[in-house]
Each structure stands twice: as structure tokens, then as C-alpha cells.
């Protein structure tokens, strides 16, 4: 990393005088982040939305937007019809740090010079939390989630369908760091989950992934039995690659037809999960609604060793 020298004061003076103190600004990340401190203690961050409508829309009210160690927001895919540049066309985008620079002397440089050091922080509060009832769906599995977590967990995420409320209703829970997928790529979870329960064996490590993508990489579960590993495997079964009928749509395809589909469903056979984890050493459990998914997950991360819940939708 470069530390900040004369190019990032530069630019944060000329932001500086650009902008000047204004009435504050708010902090957000791109939709897919490397690592991220999140949880109740911690600095709050908003998520611009991966899907395009939506993130026009949080980002239509911004004159300004200022990048740190990222790039202006854009579209994940180029899809007809829409636009790849997301922010409003009057919106001025300002470089305060490029990706190699260093990002925290440039933003105390920035601090300094609209005079908001003595500024008091913002930290996430706590929420109470209560563990779920009824039906699963992206709401009671976030919620699920939430109540469980234990402290300085690692939430490893690749669950963009079922999973996309997950950050928004953990960001009180206890404080815990999130991985994410940065390149798209289809099963990413397990073997990350599997690396991270090695670099950090005091932490527990819980990692959210549909079947689909868990199938592409799902030896992981040998090698978290083999060496004892204390990860919680959580597996969306709707038997489908669900993303891909999202962007399907997105695409302006509509619904996919019986040939399309039966490329992106996998229920012919039918996975047995229980039977999949079980076979690699793992310990596996079957939730079918939301009040046995969070007992599930509390007793996941109170016992050594991994686990595989698979969780029926």
C-alpha cells in the first residue's frame, strides 16, 4: 500500500474546497465487498442494491460521491436496456484514494480540512433481537441468523437470492466480519469458509451458500471433518440455480421455458444433503422452518467441529 503523500492531500484539499463540510455525508459500499466489519460497535455501512432499478434509486439524491479504495458504482452485468453507470448523470464522482493508496490517512487528511475531527462518531447500536417464528424466507433466515451469531464470528456469504436480507437485518447482531465473492465466480463459500476456519481456529466460521453453488465445491465439508474445522455450513435447498433465473429475467428473457430449465434446475435427482454431508464426516441437520433453523444454529456454533444445515425452501 502507498501511504498517503502528496497526491492524496492534494485531492482531498480539492475536495475539500469543492464540497467544504455541507451537512455530512453518508457511507455506503459496492454490493460485493472482500471483507467487511459489521455488527453492533462498528462504523454502519449501506449497501448500494445489486440489482439495477434499485440502485438507481439509492443513489438517485447524491450530488456527490466520493471513492475510497473502489471504483464508481456500475452495473455487476451490461443488461439491455439499462444503464451500467448507476449514479445520476449531474452526480460528480471524486478519486479521495485509489485501491493501492492508503485509504485512512487520505480520509484523515479530508477530516482535517473540512474541520470534522472533533465530529462524534457514529457506531451501529445494538439490537434486540428476537429469534424467529414460522415460515422460512430471506426475512426469518436473516432474522435467524441475526439471534444467533455468535461474538467475532466470520459470516463467509454466497447467497445472493436467498441471503440479500441477511446484511441489512445482522447489522445490529453481535460483531462479526463478512467475506464476499468479489468476481462472480459460483463456489466461492465453502472453501473460503474451510480457509478462514484455518487462519482463525478460535472464531467460529458460518457460511451461507445455495445448492447449486455448493455443489461445485462441496469436498470442502471432507476437509473441514478431516481437521476438525469449526464451521457451520448452511445450504439453501430450492433445488435451482436460482441466480441464473434472476438474470434470466433480467436479461428480458422472462421465464425460462422447459429446455432452459432444465439446464438450471437440479432436482432430477433431488440432492440428499443430509446424506452428502454425512458421507464426508460431517454432522448434518434438516430445517424446515424458522424456529428450527435458529435452534439448529445455536447449537452449531456452542459445538466443536463443523456442521451442514440444510435448509428446505
Not at 135 to 159: F, R, T
Amino acid at each position: 500500500m502507498v501511504l498517503a503523500g502528496n497526491a492524496t492531500r492534494g485531492r482531498a484539499l480539492e475536495l475539500a474546497g469543492r464540497i467544504g463540510a455541507r451537512t455530512g455525508c453518508r457511507l455506503a459500499t459496492q454490493f460485493f465487498t472482500a471483507r467487511m466489519e459489521r455488527g453492533a460497535g462498528r462504523v454502519p455501512l449501506e449497501r448500494i442494491p445489486y440489482y439495477v432499478p434499485a440502485a438507481s434509486e439509492f443513489l438517485k439524491v447524491f450530488k456527490h460521491i466520493v471513492t475510497v479504495e473502489t471504483g464508481e458504482p456500475v452495473a455487476f452485468f451490461s443488461y439491455p436496456g439499462k444503464p451500467s453507470r448507476l449514479k445520476p448523470g449531474e452526480c460528480d464522482v471524486h478519486v479521495l484514494s485509489a485501491i493501492d493508496e492508503d485509504s485512512v490517512g487520505g480520509l484523515e487528511i479530508l477530516a482535517e480540512a473540512v474541520d470534522a475531527n472533533g465530529t462524534e462518531r457514529m457506531l451501529q447500536v445494538n439490537s434486540a433481537i428476537v429469534a424467529p417464528e414460522g415460515p422460512l424466507d430471506p426475512k426469518s433466515i436473516a432474522q435467524a441468523l441475526a439471534a444467533a451469531l455468535p461474538e467475532n464470528a466470520i459470516l463467509v456469504d454466497e447467497s445472493l437470492t436467498t441471503g440479500r436480507e441477511t446484511l441489512g437485518l445482522t447489522a445490529g447482531a453481535a460483531p462479526h466480519d463478512v467475506l464476499q465473492n468479489m468476481g462472480g465466480s459460483i463456489g466461492f463459500g465453502t472453501p473460503v469458509a474451510t480457509g478462514a476456519a484455518l487462519a482463525c481456529p478460535d472464531r467460529r466460521v458460518i457460511c451461507m451458500v445455495g445448492d447449486g453453488s455448493a455443489m461445485y465445491t462441496i469436498q470442502s465439508l471432507w476437509t473441514q471433518a478431516r481437521e476438525g474445522l469449526n464451521v457451520t455450513t448452511i445450504v439453501f435447498a430450492n433445488n435451482s440455480y436460482q441466480i441464473l433465473k434472476l438474470e434470466f429475467a433480467n436479461m428480458g428473457f422472462g421465464i425460462p421455458g422447459p429446455r432452459a430449465s432444465g439446464l438450471i434446475d437440479i432436482d432430477r435427482p433431488r440432492i440428499d444433503w443430509l446424506a452428502m454431508g454425512k458421507s464426508m464426516g460431517c454432522p448434518s441437520v434438516r430445517a424446515e422452518n424458522a424456529r428450527d433453523f435458529h435452534a439448529a444454529l445455536v447449537r452449531s456454533v456452542h459445538e466443536p467441529g463443523p456442521t451442514l444445515i440444510e435448509v428446505c425452501l
